[in-house]
């Protein structure tokens, strides 16, 4: 099956929210789902990195894939976190979250085994033949440990039509403007890391996929709209203002940062899944310091 593009803009990677004693918060992961869609996000990304996928059960996850698909009710485009480092498991999660009605599968590189190109090449091929779900491939090699180039990206965009964008998160400017030079047409791309937002997108990107946007959404889809418009002063100014946060992000490891402002903000508990633990005091302050100037667009 031939597939659109999935969405223009911003799509926030959903954190999971936890109660205190840290089984899911299915009231919290509601009213964010709201005030994402609220905010002005183009479409969510839900058991991605930011969701802690790694820690969430096979019965969690159907949860969870079922409540963010009925919250939003056909609003937005949802986009399920179905790749793992295991080709059968993948294949099972991207089945169930298309038959639950997902929009779209984010599919990350495999982490851990590391399977060079010809192994990823087919494990995405395996998924497609599986479910014609739309599939964006996540080369986020900073988590997996394997970074798949330009040119794998580019022969599974050509050769599997249900390959319909990435999320590039490798941080190389390079390989993502080699991608946009060689993409075939309709095929997204989209920066994974929020402070590359604004450059991908003014090089031809098609937007972001969040950590940010779960506590600002408002500002932040702003300037990716402004930036797809080509309006350039504005999304410079707004990228610029919104930069101090967008690293707060990673002054801890990702989710803890965003879920201390999502519960300095009253939304949810700070809780994560160890191996992950909360920040410390003194680094929680300087994340809420950095947050500070631009909560109130939020």
């Known amino acids: 099956m031939e597939a659109d593009m999935l969405f223009r803009g911003t799509a926030p990677a959903l954190v999971t929210p936890f109660t205190i004693d840290g089984n899911l918060d299915l009231a919290a992961f509601s009213r964010l789902i709201d005030d994402q869609i609220a905010g002005g996000v183009e479409a969510l990304v839900v058991l991605g990195t930011t969701g802690e996928n790694p820690t969430i059960t096979h019965e969690e996850r159907r949860t969870l894939v079922d409540v963010a698909i009925e919250q939003a009710n056909g609003r937005v485009p949802v986009v399920i976190g179905t790749g793992t480092n295991d080709t059968a498991q993948s294949i099972t999660f991207s089945k169930e979250a298309a038959e639950a009605g997902a929009d779209g599968l984010l599919v990350v590189g495999p982490y851990y085994n590391k399977p060079g190109h010809h192994g990823f090449v087919a494990h995405v091929k395996a998924i497609a033949e599986a479910t014609d779900c739309p599939q964006i491939l996540y080369n986020v090699?900073?988590?997996?440990?394997?970074?798949?180039?330009?040119?794998t990206t580019l022969q599974l965009a050509e050769e599997v039509p249900s390959v319909v964008g990435v999320k590039e998160a490798?941080?190389?400017?390079?390989?993502?403007?080699?991608?946009?030079?060689?993409?075939?047409?309709?095929?997204?791309?989209?920066?994974?890391?929020?402070?590359?937002?604004f450059p991908v997108t003014m090089l031809g990107g098609d937007g972001v996929i969040s950590v940010i946007s779960n506590a600002?959404?408002?500002?932040?889809?702003?300037?990716?709209?402004?930036?797809?418009?080509g309006s350039v002063a504005q999304a410079r100014a707004g990228h610029l203002g919104l930069l101090d946060a967008m690293r707060a992000c990673f002054y801890a490891t990702n989710p803890t940062p965003v879920k201390a402002v999502l519960h300095s903000l009253g939304r949810m508990e700070p809780t994560v899944r160890l191996p992950?633990?909360?920040p410390s005091a003194d680094v929680r302050k300087r994340i809420l310091r950095a947050f500070e100037p631009v909560l109130d667009e939020a």
């Open 141 to 151: 090699p900073g988590r997996t440990g394997y970074d798949f180039p330009a040119a």
């Open 170 to 197: 490798s941080g190389n400017l390079a390989q993502i403007t080699d991608i946009l030079a060689g993409r075939p047409e309709g095929f997204a791309v989209y920066a994974g890391d929020d402070e590359m937002a």
């Open 216 to 229: 600002t959404p408002r500002p932040f889809s702003a300037m990716i709209r402004q930036a797809l418009a």
């Open 276 to 278: 992950l633990v909360e």
